[in-house]
């Protein structure tokens, strides 16, 4: 049998539509998906909505709808993009779904069965855009430091997640890489969090106030919190507790996430799993994130960029391509929105694009038969360096670094062709012409192979048609045109 591997992203708040913030980590699972399945593995990928919590049900009032009409309205929103994107997901959960709340449920009981949860109060700073409290401490000049905006004083009869029970053994697998962090940066920031002693969270929230959930059966007047609610997702969507694909997929191998909501997956979650009797994701990714124009992506100033402003330009493959060698995405970045169709040009038309075109042009034009023995040990030996740069690569997650990898190949076979200059090969009958372009086409298969997982169609497109032409079937268009310049 297949080992197996499961890889979620964060479920997105289904408050408005998707930016290229949402779109970068869902590509970066995607990739990771598409390689782990190029080894064999049975993937099983997840992405879904958040759909709960007092934002959503401000924004659905707003807009004269109720919470579900409006989420109902934004669902299509997504998974539209992620299929212009070419994302394989396996399922796409919304927590407004029946399967999700029976899960959240019985997830709930069997933490109130082991006797962690108990009746408090709490009194402190909200922020709803955010969705959590904030302590005096943590806020700007009196303002939420994501959203700018005065956070809500509040205090309410909440029920707690003793959290506190669970910490040294959180910490102590943090510590010893059996719940990996990476990077580093994002798992020392987490042992400091819990090192400054982390208080307990509640696990509910008054029904009063916030309107939109998930009841908690035991206490009619509260509601599960949204947090919680949404990060039992990654096991309500696998058929917790006794389908056959949690039996089959849980734990996680990777959840990737972004920077911001490290905290939540990588303390409260695990909590949670704990009490529950649960074993722990293996490794959360916590990505940058991305600023456009050195701001924050916001719609008062104007620089939210969707998907869709993208992909009809760049095609699904340009812009995968274009948001994934932004940056080494552990790291936070910056995208400068007019730069990309420069890059798209010099990386993608002139670089990849061309190179593809030179070798398949000249391979037919001068009729050279495909033949694998011919293949120089220079080119064979860089392949080999490639592939082990590559596979490295993707052991730490570094996909903008896989990606230079292959564009340090593609730069070695331009380079060669540069040097041996077929054309006059040809015009003089050097014997070696041969073996250079048996060499560049061995070169260009194993690119079209490491690339898949970023590139999916375009890489499908190049495979079919060296296929033909070493099958000698002479392709009806005898120019690939990959990447048409911009
Ligand atoms: N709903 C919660 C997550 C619950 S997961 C159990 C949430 N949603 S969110 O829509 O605000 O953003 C979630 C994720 O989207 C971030 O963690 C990150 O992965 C991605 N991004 C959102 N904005 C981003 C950027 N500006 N840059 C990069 N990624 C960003 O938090």
Redesign the pocket.
């Known amino acids: 049998m297949n080992e197996k591997f499961y890889i979620t992203t ?4 289904a408050s408005g539509e998707p930016h290229i ?2 779109a ?2 869902t590509i970066c699972a995607d990739v990771i998906s598409r390689y782990q399945k190029s080894k064999g593995k049975e993937v099983f990928l997840l992405t879904g909505l ?1 759909e709960h919590g007092s934002k959503i049900a401000g924004k659905a009032e707003v807009a004269g709808k109720t919470p579900q009409e409006f989420v109902d309205a934004i669902a299509p929103k997504y998974t539209e993009a992620w299929t212009a994107l070419n994302i394989k997901y396996n399922d796409f959960i919304r927590t407004s779904s029946e399967k999700h709340k029976k899960g959240v449920i019985e997830f709930i009981k069997k933490i109130e069965d082991k006797g962690d949860i108990y009746e408090s109060f709490y009194e402190g700073l909200y922020c709803v855009d955010c969705e959590k409290f904030y302590t005096e401490k943590e806020l700007v000049g009196g303002l939420c430091p994501d959203h700018l905006k005065p956070p809500q004083k509040l205090k309410e009869k909440n029920y707690f997640f003793n959290l506190k029970k669970y910490l040294p053994e959180i910490r102590e697998k943090i510590k010893n890489g059996k719940l990996k962090i990476i990077p580093d940066a994002r798992k020392n920031e987490i042992l400091s969090i819990i090192d400054s002693g982390i208080p307990d969270f509640s696990i509910t929230r008054e029904k009063d106030r916030v309107k939109w959930g998930i009841p908690y059966t035991k206490d009619e007047t509260q509601l599960i919190y949204v947090w919680v609610d ?2 039992a ?1 990654y096991i309500t969507a696998l058929g917790y507790s006794d389908g056959e694909n949690f039996k089959k997929f849980w734990p996680t191998d990777i959840h990737t ?2 920077a ?2 490290a905290k ?1 997956h990588a303390i409260f979650w695990p909590g949670l799993l704990l009490s529950a009797g649960l074993p722990l994701p293996k490794i959360i990714f916590a ?1 940058g ?2 600023t456009v124009n050195g701001q ?2 916001s719609k008062t100033i104007g620089n939210v960029i969707s998907p869709n402003d993208l992909i009809p330009k760049f095609g699904p493959d340009g812009t995968r391509y274009l948001l994934l060698s932004q940056f080494p995405t552990p790291e936070h970045g910056d995208v400068k929105a007019d730069n990309f169709s420069e890059k798209y040009n010099s990386d993608l038309a002139n670089g990849l694009g061309n190179l593809f075109e030179r070798i398949f042009t000249m391979v037919l034009n001068y009729e050279i038969e495909i033949n694998e023995t011919k293949i120089s040990p220079e080119i064979k030996n860089s392949v080999r360096e490639t592939k082990k740069q590559y596979e490295s690569d993707f052991e730490n997650f570094n996909l903008f670094g896989a990606l230079q990898t292959i564009f340090g190949f593609v730069k070695k076979l331009d380079q060669y062709i540069n040097e041996k200059e077929p054309w006059n090969m040809h015009k003089n009958k050097d014997a070696e012409l041969l073996m250079v372009l048996n060499s560049l086409f061995y070169g260009a298969e194993e690119i079209i192979k490491l690339i898949e997982p970023f590139m999916p169609e375009k890489t499908g497109l190049a495979a079919d048609f060296a296929q033909k032409i070493k099958n000698r079937e002479m392709p009806e268009e005898t120019k690939l045109n990959l990447f048409p310049r911009i």
Do not use: E, S
Not at 10 to 13: E, K, L, M, R
């Open positions: 964060p479920i997105y708040y913030g949402h970068l980590t958040d949404a990060l997702n996430i972004g911001d909501i939540f990505q994130l991305i924050k992506m």
